[in-house]
């Protein structure tokens, strides 16, 4: 990070396309896009959907459901007639569609699972943005944000419109007096935490575009991590990823900014950090709220926080040419091969430092409603606003909407937002038929980051908050959810049956050898399955628990699999994969009950398949817990 300028970001070695590669491969495509497109006039017909100008499938593709709205960077009114180009690692366009009068578009393109693709996005009088994208499932939706052309400074529509730069807002540190924050003399300095202050905004200095966009701090981290950290990494090693992300940028912006005479913090480009207003992924979104009470000081002050994607690493995780970075490389191994949590990461990279959480004083933790073990139902929306907790809030007006958090603990509150446009909401507590209490939203006028109710004190163990929309809120009127305070931990909702916990083929735990594709399938667990034809490929999952079972998928293609349980050379039994006809997200072998330790299960390509014949893996369910491999 001291100097980026040199480095490539995570995964570009190996398991990611180069995000440059796929820029200068775009260039070929954009002739191709250049001559089909339309004069962008915004001409679209007012009338029906978004017109579709789909790719030609290759073979062996499945097909992914793109859909999103075009919005105004700094209004949020919709964008009518804009156009949406996708293109594919080979540089070849997959589809294009135009914008609706609402903004909406829709189509469908063909690639595989997990492939990168790269999203152009114009409309006649704004600027041209491009974004890769990732399709983890069937379907994929994408929020464009296209800045007017003229603008020098663009702030994000969500924020005051009275905001110059940035707002201020000092957070005192345990013992500290509030006070201004205190303004760098140099770099490399370091900011007293005295004056500490946890930034609501950042100004980012968009290269391709040549202006500066004021951006909510929380969003513009939201926006780095999955350039930055691959979004189907561990956890752990997405959380430390976080965790540097923010730090890194709340240093300049604490400073006055990196770039000076641009009037902004950073720039969103590899001198800093990737910043993309249209990549998001749920899982670092996820991450960036787990961490974002937490922050590190060394020495009792902020400072600059450095990292690198290098790849070649020593046997002791590090980088070789930048002993003093953290690698993202090193974050994954560590967090998968070890089993690491993200502070031991964190202190064992950039010792000597602490790490300090913000969260209240009374023992609770605090998840955001875009934590990725929060599950809503009915059509939910995400809006930004600086006085909201973690700098957005969720609202639904469907009929019947829910959220469900299930956790372990003894106490949870529920934050959200009250106003003119809210209406009542029905709280259930550990049961979906009786009804513990009805909330009404109502008020004269907004206010967010509120705390709507909180349960009584539990008996510390395993419970659920049920919200649902009541069937009194007048037709247009919104539930709200703005975030949980947890005393004790959010947890995935039980699986159908009951005892065990699912985990998909991509799980970082999981360790796949062989050459391995991960197909998108609408019936398969998650929206993928993995296969290998590889002679002798194999998968192999350490848990601690008591039960495991295989989940994958059978058919023509397929062939036969060896199972080992806790051996490596006494065979379990043998799984013929074989069927007349295709079928998915079935469990195809379950091991007997097991004492509560530590096991593995390997599965292995057998040698008696034919040649070209698959071995496949869904998922495994588990009746404890994933853990890495010795």
């Known amino acids: 990070m001291q100097s980026r300028t040199s480095r490539e970001p995570a995964g570009m070695a190996g398991e990611m396309v180069f995000v440059r590669r796929a820029s200068i491969l775009l260039c070929l495509a954009i002739l191709v896009v250049l001559i089909s497109a339309l004069s962008l006039t915004g001409s679209a017909s007012a009338a029906g959907k978004a017109t579709l100008v789909p790719g030609a499938p290759a073979a062996g593709e499945l097909g992914v459901a793109i859909s999103g709205r075009f919005q105004d960077f700094t209004t949020g009114q919709v964008i009518g007639g804009a156009r949406v180009t996708i293109v594919k690692q080979d540089g070849t366009r997959a ?120 951006v909510p701090f929380n969003f513009y981290c939201k926006h780095v991590l999955p350039s930055e950290w691959l979004p189907y990494w561990p956890v752990e090693s997405l959380r430390a990823g976080a965790m540097a992300v923010k730090e890194y940028a709340w240093y300049y912006v604490s400073i006055g900014g990196k770039w000076k005479s641009l009037g902004a913090d950073v720039k969103d480009g590899w001198t800093d950090q990737k910043y993309d207003p249209n990549r998001s992924a749920a899982s670092t979104d996820a991450a960036v709220d787990y961490i974002w009470s937490s922050y590190l000081l060394r020495n009792g002050a902020l400072f600059p926080v450095t990292y690198c994607g290098d790849n070649y690493l020593n046997a002791n995780y590090r980088c070789p040419d930048h002993l003093s970075r953290m690698p993202q490389w090193g974050t994954f191994y560590l967090a998968r091969d070890k089993g690491w949590d993200w502070q031991q990461i964190i202190h064992y990279y950039w010792d000597p430092v602490i790490i300090t959480s913000g969260s209240p004083s009374d023992g609770s933790t605090r998840y955001e409603q875009t934590n990725g073990n929060i599950a809503r139902t009915g059509t939910w ?84 908050l049920r919200l649902v929309r009541a069937t009194g809120s007048a037709s247009g009127k919104f539930m709200t959810l703005d975030a949980v305070d947890i005393w004790g931990n959010i947890s995935a909702a039980p699986p159908p049956g009951g005892g065990s916990t699912r985990y998909e083929q991509t799980n970082g735990y999981i360790a796949r050898t062989g050459t391995w594709e991960d197909y998108l399938k609408t019936g398969a667990s998650g929206g993928s399955y993995g296969r290998s034809s590889t002679a002798g490929a194999t998968a192999t999952i350490y848990f601690t628990g008591t039960k495991i079972a295989w989940v994958g998928m059978k058919g023509t293609t397929t062939g036969m699999v060896d199972v080992y349980l806790d051996s490596t050379t006494t065979k379990t039994t043998t799984i013929d994969l074989t069927a007349t006809t295709a079928s998915y997200n079935l469990t195809l072998w379950t091991s007997p009950t097991l004492t509560n330790t530590t096991h593995y299960l390997r599965l292995v390509r057998s040698t008696s398949s034919a040649t070209g014949k698959f071995m496949t893996l869904d998922a495994v369910d588990i009746w404890g817990s994933i853990k890495a491999g010795p």
């Open 95 to 214: 589809g294009t569609a135009v914008a609706d009068a609402a903004g909406d578009f829709e189509l469908t393109v063909e690639t595989v699972a997990g492939g990168e693709l790269t999203a152009v996005y114009e409309a006649a009088g704004y600027l041209r943005e491009e974004s890769v994208v990732r399709a983890t499932g069937p379907s994929l939706t994408l929020s464009p944000l296209l800045t007017p052309r003229g603008v020098k400074e663009a702030v994000l529509y969500s924020l005051p419109r009275t905001l110059a730069g940035r707002q201020s807002a000092t957070v005192s540190l345990a013992g500290a007096a509030a006070t201004p924050a205190l303004a760098a003399t140099a770099a490399v300095s370091t900011v007293a935490a005295a004056a500490l202050t946890t930034p609501a905004t950042i100004r980012v200095y968009r290269e391709s575009l040549g202006i500066v966009q004021v």
């Open 381 to 464: 929306e995400d809006y930004l606003k600086t006085g909201a907790s973690g700098g957005s809030y969720g609202r639904s007006s469907t009929a019947g909407a829910a959220a469900t958090i299930y956790f372990t603990g003894t106490k949870i509150a529920w934050i959200g937002m009250k106003g003119t446009t809210t209406g009542i909401v029905d709280v259930y507590l550990d049961s979906t038929t009786t009804k513990t209490t009805t909330i009404d939203l109502t008020a004269t006028s907004a206010s967010y980051n509120v705390t709507l109710w909180t349960s009584p004190t539990l008996t510390n163990g395993a419970h659920y």
